[in-house]
């Protein structure tokens, strides 16, 4: 599980040719500045403190360094530099057959997602359940140890608080916050599936947000886009980079949001909208597994309607026979309405408004990360 630094632990000169009495050795990560906790035993069961002290002679006491890349950086007692070399290769030792022994919590580096047809913990990571990570006495609901140190580290610098949070508040560093026993929220991957950033890094390709531009005027929430192609209600807008809420209505190329816009006035504004709050930061979540849609969202259609013919009958006043020599007594018209009478046509309702899959096709497991 890991290998002894420094095997001959010969005394450690300064550049003026002295012992370097009380100097000091930190550890780091590949060629970073992210501290690795190395151990008192082999099994790295015991951490030292970080960085670890020489003693009066200059001679560093045994070092367990797991099998990583790092980096190391040798202090004087008075802070000045005696040596610093990175990507330090310290791969596990040869099994007996002459290979490179590499166990199976070996092969990834901190912070990588698997997923296994699996539940339960497993050995070297943790479930990605929305749980807490920490130190040994930190309480933390999913994983407290102090090997946790790195991945601790790894989401404290890699994502914001709203996605992994840090109990208490983030404080100057996540090394000072982990050793302050804090605990930082792990994201959770329940009942989610992964997808790549929009831009990752590229142009961005619009296959899960729609870029536009708009013109917006501060202190309102209606914006007038150049395109509502792809917009839809509940969207994300994000104007010229900021957040600038959901979208509550659509007419033409006039798109109302929740919130009055904040930003300056003018045209030409960079718009993304998107079912994720930002389709371009990582760690974002989004989507549903069924919707029930609004009139706002029906498709535009017309109704087919059937008018059955019908007649109205009435009674006309008549004129009496004339005799001979006689006159004939003729009545006077009067108006005549005629009977109200339905027209028969009718425009029957239909649907429960159930909610409707939308679920691709899926199979289930467990989504680890790597510790």
Not at 151 to 168: G, K, M, Q, R
Not at 177 to 189: E, Q, R, W
Request: with cysteine.
């Amino acid at each position: 599980m890991s290998n002894l630094w420094n095997i001959v632990p010969a005394p450690i000169i300064t550049p003026n040719g002295n012992v370097a009495a009380g100097a000091s050795i930190y550890f780091y990560t590949d060629n970073s500045t992210t501290p690795l906790i190395v151990y008192q035993d082999a099994a790295l069961t015991i951490p030292h403190a970080w960085p670890v002290s020489a003693s009066a002679v200059g001679v560093f006491p045994p070092i367990y360094v797991p099998y990583v890349t790092y980096r190391r950086r040798i202090q004087a007692a008075d802070g000045s530099l005696i040596s610093d070399a990175g990507d330090i290769d310290n791969p596990a030792p040869p099994s007996g057959g002459g290979g490179v022994v590499v166990t199976a919590d070996q092969i990834f580096q901190t912070g990588d997602p698997i997923w296994r047809l699996r539940v339960g913990q497993m050995l070297g990571f943790v479930r990605m359940n929305g749980l807490t990570l920490g130190s040994l006495t930190s309480g933390a609901t999913e994983y407290a140890a102090a090997n946790a140190v790195n991945l601790f580290e790894y989401l404290w610098n890699n994502l914001p608080d709203s996605i992994a949070a840090v109990s208490t508040g983030r404080g100057a560093t996540a090394a000072a916050d982990f050793a302050a026993n804090k605990t930082i929220v792990i994201p959770t991957m329940q009942g989610y599936l992964a997808a790549g950033l929009d831009d990752m890094g590229s142009t961005a390709a619009n296959i899960i947000q729609t870029s536009t531009t708009c013109s917006a005027t501060n202190g309102l929430p209606t914006i007038t886009v150049a395109s509502a192609t792809g917009i839809g209600l509940g969207m994300y807008a994000i104007i010229s980079g900021v957040a600038a809420g959901q979208v509550t209505n659509i007419t033409g190329l006039t798109v109302t949001l929740d919130t009055n816009y904040a930003g300056a006035t003018g045209a030409g504004k960079a718009t993304r909208f998107s079912w994720f709050a930002n389709a371009q930061q990582i760690g974002q979540n989004g989507g549903h597994a069924f919707a029930i849609q609004s009139v706002g969202e029906l498709a535009a259609h017309t109704h087919t309607v059937t008018d059955p013919t019908h007649a109205h009958s009435y009674s006309a006043a008549a004129a009496t026979t004339a005799q001979a020599g006689v006159n004939a007594n003729v009545a006077t018209p009067s108006a005549i309405n005629t009977g109200s009478s339905a027209t028969g046509i009718s425009i029957d309702s239909n649907g429960f408004g159930a909610p409707s899959l939308i679920v691709q096709p899926t199979r289930l497991g467990t989504w680890y990360c790597k510790l």
